[in-house]
């Protein structure tokens, strides 16, 4: 369950399944404690072509807006979202909100996601047993080797490691099981046996006066794993943005009107490119909007075979 030391397990299968083009492929994946698989593999991240959804044993639509507030200001959308699926069905999802106040939040944002996502990959692939403590150990080295690609993208550029300042949430879906880590604010629900659960939410509520940041001296310490032991329909991962949309306060529980017909919505998408267009158009429109001023991310998660309630008729 541990990072291998050289990520060589099928790398050309696992870049043909992951749409990648034909080209030379990096000489080594992501290693535990080095940068230069990341560094590799964002060589070939334009390279991803959109593939139709029903390929896939999930479906999978993410997409950010940039916050109405930030408009004002003159300053562009800084969240970030990733996602992989991998061929023995595992998916990995990855949501980050770069922090307002850091200049160059939306850059650490991205090394953030690209980095726990390209780490899970060398480590989740064709891994679907252990213990809750062998997943929890996974979660803590992939989160330690995100927060290093920040800390060496500050120094390289010689600046405070606050500059980069982001949130990182992150969850692991398998045949078994779905495990959610989680560095600050976001917002994570998944759809099982019929009901939806809350597996990560910010700790001090609905107004959070402190956050906690990857990049900070602690951040480690104030990583939150939990686990769903069974099968999982669907998973929702969002910024704070959309957390009043996604639970109902004081209760803190997951609001199903919201959920359910963004579920079966995506179950209907024929591609992730135009299934991500409605969902960025979701989150512009007004009824968003009239609740918040920030940055919105939302990934949606659903496995087709599903049933979802909230548009009659829908069923894969």
Not at 21 to 31: A, E
Not at 121 to 149: I, K, P, Y
Not at 171 to 186: L, M
Not at 204 to 213: C, D
Request: glycine share 8%; proline share 4%; net charge positive.
């Amino acid at each position: 369950m541990r990072l291998p030391a050289n990520g060589s397990r099928p790398k050309r299968r696992l870049l043909r399944f992951m749409g990648w083009r034909k080209t030379r492929l990096p000489q080594r994946c992501v290693t535990r404690r080095s940068s230069a698989g990341v560094q590799r593999h964002a060589r070939y991240a334009h390279r991803v072509v959109h593939r139709p959804l029903a390929r896939r044993g999930w479906h999978v639509v993410a997409a950010s807006s940039t916050g109405t507030r930030h408009v004002a200001q003159g300053e562009g959308c800084q969240d970030r979202q990733r996602h992989e699926l991998l061929p023995d069905g595992s998916v990995i999802v990855a949501v980050a909100d770069g922090a307002g106040s850091a200049p160059r939040s939306a850059e650490g944002a991205q090394t953030a996601v690209d980095a726990v996502v390209l780490a899970l990959v060398a480590a989740v692939s064709g891994t679907d047993g252990g213990t809750e403590r062998d997943w929890e150990g996974l979660l803590c080295e992939a989160f330690a080797f995100a927060r290093e690609q920040v800390l060496a993208l500050a120094a390289s550029e010689g600046v405070s490691p606050r500059a980069f300042a982001t949130t990182l949430t992150c969850a692991v879906v398998t045949r078994r099981r779905c495990v959610v880590g989680q560095i600050g604010d976001g917002v994570v629900v998944v759809r099982a046996d019929g009901a939806l659960h809350l597996l990560a939410a910010p700790e001090r509520g609905e107004y959070a006066n402190e956050v906690t940041f990857i990049s900070g001296s602690r951040a480690l310490e104030q990583l939150r794993v939990r686990s769903y032991n069974g099968r999982v329909d669907a998973l929702a991962a969002a910024t704070d943005g959309l957390l009043r949309q996604m639970l109902l306060f004081p209760q803190r529980t997951p609001f199903a009107p919201f959920l359910e017909p963004l579920f079966a919505i995506a179950v209907e998408c024929r591609s992730s490119r135009s299934g991500s267009d409605a969902l960025e158009g979701f989150l512009s429109s007004e009824m968003v909007r009239r609740r918040t001023d920030d940055d919105t991310t939302l990934a949606l998660v659903v496995r087709p075979s599903a049933v979802y309630r909230g548009r009659r008729g829908v069923r894969a």
